[in-house]
């Protein structure tokens, strides 16, 4: 079994940064990509952003210049670098991770951007 933890999720004002991160634990073999996804009120979840074991990276065209996804192999973590916040970004945050088993999902993290 995998657990994700995610943390860093917070009330901030527009234009305000935020660090996102997400730390796999359990049955880890080998994480094929990392991802944040996030999901408001009423609304789909949608992807934010994902990252490739090899590092490459893919973005929503919402958040492109804005956030940037890494990950620290070594740690099992996936951060997600939030800068400029708008109030559209108010969402919870969920991490997720591929491994050869299929998908796990962390429980997700609040992130409100209001003035």
């Known amino acids: 079994q995998v657990q994700l933890v995610e943390s860093g999720g917070a009330l901030v004002q527009p234009g305000g940064s935020l660090r996102l991160s997400c730390a796999a634990s359990?049955?880890?073999?080998?994480?094929?990509?990392m991802g944040w996804y996030r999901q408001a009120p009423g609304k789909q979840r949608d992807l934010v952003a994902t990252i490739t074991a090899a590092g490459t990276t893919n973005y929503a065209d919402s958040v492109t210049g804005r956030f940037t996804i890494s990950r620290d192999n070594a740690k099992n973590t996936v951060y997600l670098q939030m800068n400029n916040l708008r109030p559209e970004d108010t969402s919870v945050y969920y991490c997720?991770?591929?491994?050869?088993?299929?998908?796990?999902w962390g429980r997700g993290t609040q992130v409100t951007v209001s003035s």
């Open positions: 997720a991770i591929d491994q050869y088993g299929g998908r796990t």
């Open positions: 359990g049955r880890i073999f080998r994480i094929n990509d």
